[in-house]
């Protein structure tokens, strides 16, 4: 095979990635590659190199593992130590897809080693992808600030990345006013990609939000859907699009999320796990149970990828009242999760479903563990949170004076509009409880009246037609 026709065929196929057309680029790429050279005296050309990390990118997002795995281990054999670290830190994601933890950290320990010989950005570099990689988001934002400093003197061409890398992992660790500190810098970085410029714009989105402030982060969606169709490659357009379709869930316009998802799966077909996982979502706010359970087989089907499935099929088993499988799936996603916010806001669910269990001491340790880490510094949406779980405690007490005093925080801080119907109808049950029926009335009446598209809004009429 002569060079200018892999060269020809690699750009070909790196056009056709960037646009998401993963197959098409796959069917290209795969004949001049899929026998590469084992004689270990032949050093690979860079140019063999990125093309042939391409097709076994490709075959990874296609699912292809075992194709993905024969590839990368041939290439391997004969891989200078800088193609080396590529090739370690994909063959660890690709573990990391079949779920074998230890194999993927081998990978990723392997890429570390083979990193010593170079550069010291390239090795600092490497470290942050190793870290992020095993959620150690501590550690990518300390050596994503070293990335910037040693970059700014002496590898200014690096320093936008890094910035990219800290404002995520800022975010992660709940530092949030950090995160937008990176995420403005990168933004206005004159050597940031249309793809680098799109992710920052969609995470100061995520930032704002957890405020309430959804007109504001519906505004930089906007700014970054205009950025990523000037260039932006699928990946980092699909997530824009999914995350947009998430925000417009939060405001209750559940009808808008699911075409949004539907436009985003046509486009893409490659995303039906996380499309059909948001539409889980929205059947579930919907009160369609038996559509959401279909989602999730779709993307249990789809894909076997961790994420959000746990965190559905705990939100499934609770709406349906079977509570010793919403903490099996609680329990299970939490093994899994080193995001300390996340964590804690996982744990806030927890301490109600340990009580609905007959595990009402651990559910109390629990509460009282929760409260000596509250603080209001924390953002609305945790601070909601934090109520919402004492709310529901308080309820299961049957001490419903004290519940109707949290179920008030919780609507005082609540950002999420889609959340109201509900918090409203369980005030109004309090009150109900107490005998104080105008209360409820008024209660009830706010949560039908609210203009969003929930099951609570229809439950919050029933409780006012039986009364």
Known sequence: MENHTLTAAYAAAARLSHA???????VLLEPHLSAPNTDADIKPSDEFHSALLLLASLDLDLERLSASEKLLSAALSTATPAQAVDLHLLRGNLYDARGHVRKAATERAAALQAAKSLDEPIRLLVQVLCSQASNDFEAVYKLALEGIAVGSTSHPHQVVRFQHLAAFAAYNIGRYEDALLWV????????????Q???CLRLKSLCVSLEGRHDEGLEHLKAATYIARTGASWEYATHLALDTARRLLLLG???DADDLAQEVLVRFPTTIREISLLRATIALTRGELGKAHEALDMATRSSKRRGDREL??????????????????LESLLQHTTC????????LQRSPVLWQCGQTSEAEKEQAELTSQFTESLPREIQAAFYRMEAKLSYLREDWVAGIVKWKQVLRLEPHPVNQPENWTLLGDGYAQLGESAAAHFAWDRAAAQPVESIWVRRAKERLEAS
């Not at 088993?317 to 509570?323: S, V």
């Not at 300390?340 to 744990?347: G, M």
């Open 184 to 195: 403005t810098k990168t933004i206005v970085h004159p050597q940031a990609t249309r793809s």
């Open 340 to 347: 300390a916010p996340l964590v804690y806001q996982l744990r």
């Open 253 to 255: 316009r559940l009808t």
């Open 20 to 26: 998401g057309k993963l197959e098409e680029a796959l």
């Open 197 to 199: 410029q799109t992710d």
């Open 312 to 329: 559905l099929i705990f939100a499934l088993a609770r709406e349906e009242g079977h509570y010793p499988e919403a903490l099996s799936a």
